[in-house]
């Protein structure tokens, strides 16, 4: 049976990790779930939207079970001992990271933070033990298969896991695994960071402090999000996306050009990405016109620069307002599953129109 960790932003507090550093920004639940931990299961989804650290947390948590130095707990490396610097020069022999669609694969390869990433390299990498340590950890960062085979490849490792072999898988679409894979996980789930936490990493990049705040109170708890938010071609989706809406939502049917769903040169797992930028957006804007519609020109708004715009938008009742966000919501859904995303959008935009 599954078992899924809530990740509530607020929930808890973050231990305190007294055997060396773990080095991530939020991840609240997730940091107190591991930390009481006194070993370590064989397989891990780590589930939530694109830029909450879910694989930045899978390498802390690889590094603390490959240092060499003593501890007390999983969580915590030392940074100094042979193993942690061979993984700070992402040379360690006992851990893999691929964030490719797995293939079927006619060779094998090296498959160490390989961008293509085969079943047979899978099945290869999962029969091994540790080379210089007790584990073996493979981390496959956002996650896709190719066909059915593929995951059936992952599926021989859980019906007789070799000790000492981990795997981490992180998604932002967990229910595009197949039940029987996602079935057999420990899944944990990250929530959107906090404002702070995004512009306190921004800052570490290198980025104004004002500069930085800005993009993170806009980036919906999603590091990824704040970075492209930076860059002028995403600010152009940003805006792009709530002209969507606001044509969506007056009845018109927008122009999804920007999506760039017709593009051929992106897979089904970039395309669904780009559409759930756009409804994090989407449900950013309908929670603003619901807020602003019944509580007045005062109310606090969390996409504060698009108040014009969503207050040139026809009246709609509590009730529709209320319809209105669960239909994003249940697009959501769709869009994380295997619907297609130009379907998903088809979905959003009869719930955005007026009725």
Same mark, same amino acid.
């Given at each position: ?34 930390? %009481? ?16 650290? +879910?694989?930045?947390?899978? %390498? $802390? ?41 797995? +293939? ?16 047979? &390299? ?16 493979? *981390? ?5 298969? !190719?066909?059915?085979? !593929?995951?059936?490849? *992952? ?21 595009? #695994? ?5 079935? $057999? ?19 570490? @990049?290198?980025?104004?402090?004002? +500069? ?12 990824? /999000?704040?970075?492209?938010? *930076? &860059? @002028? ?19 018109? %049917? ?7 769903? @017709? ?19 989407? /449900? ?7 807020? *602003?519609?019944?509580?007045?020109? /005062? ?5 504060? @620069?698009?108040?014009? /715009? ?13 319809? #209105? ?20 959008? &088809?979905?959003? %935009? ?6």
């Amino acid at each position: 049976m599954r078992r899924r960790l809530a990740g509530g932003r607020c929930a808890v507090r973050a231990p305190n990790v007294s055997d060396g550093v773990f080095g991530v920004v939020g991840a609240r639940a997730p940091l107190a779930f591991f930390s %009481r931990l006194e070993r370590i299961g064989h397989a891990y989804l780590f589930s939530g939207p694109a830029g909450v650290g +879910k694989k930045t947390f899978a %390498r $802390r948590l690889a590094q603390s079970l490959l240092c060499e130095a003593p501890k007390t707990a999983l969580l915590g490396y030392c940074e100094r001992c042979p193993s942690c610097r061979l993984f700070a020069a992402r040379t360690h022999p006992d851990f893999v990271e691929s964030e490719a669609t797995i +293939k079927i694969g006619k060779e094998g390869g090296s498959a160490q933070h390989d961008a293509e990433f085969s079943a047979r &390299d899978l099945v290869r990498e999962l029969s091994l033990h540790g080379y210089r340590s007790r584990y073996r950890i493979v *981390l496959l960062g956002d996650v896709a298969f !190719a066909t059915h085979e !593929a995951a059936n490849a *992952l599926l021989k490792f859980f019906e007789e896991p070799p000790g000492g072999v981990v795997v981490f898988l992180t998604s932002d679409a967990p229910g595009s #695994l197949l039940p029987t894979i996602r079935s $057999r996980l420990v899944e944990v789930a990250f929530s959107p960071l906090s404002a702070a936490d995004v512009a306190s990493v921004l800052v570490a @990049d290198g980025i104004a402090g004002d +500069k930085a705040r800005l993009a993170a109170e806009v980036a919906l708890g999603s590091i990824t /999000r704040a970075r492209s938010i *930076l &860059d @002028d071609d995403a600010s152009g989706f940003r805006e792009a996306a709530f002209a969507w809406f606001a044509h969506a939502a007056s009845g018109e %049917r927008p122009d999804g050009g920007f999506l760039r769903l @017709d593009d051929r040169s992106l897979n089904g797992a970039q395309k669904r990405a780009v559409v759930l930028d756009l409804i994090e957006i989407v /449900r950013t804007a309908a929670r603003d016109w619901a807020a *602003l519609t019944l509580g007045g020109e /005062r109310t606090t708004l969390l996409a504060a @620069d698009q108040r014009e /715009r969503f207050a040139r938008l026809p009246a709609r009742n509590p009730s529709a307002l209320v319809a #209105l966000l669960a239909g994003a919501a249940e697009s959501e859904r769709l869009a994380r599953t295997n619907v297609s995303a130009g379907l998903v959008v &088809d979905h959003l %935009r009869m719930q955005l129109a007026p009725r």
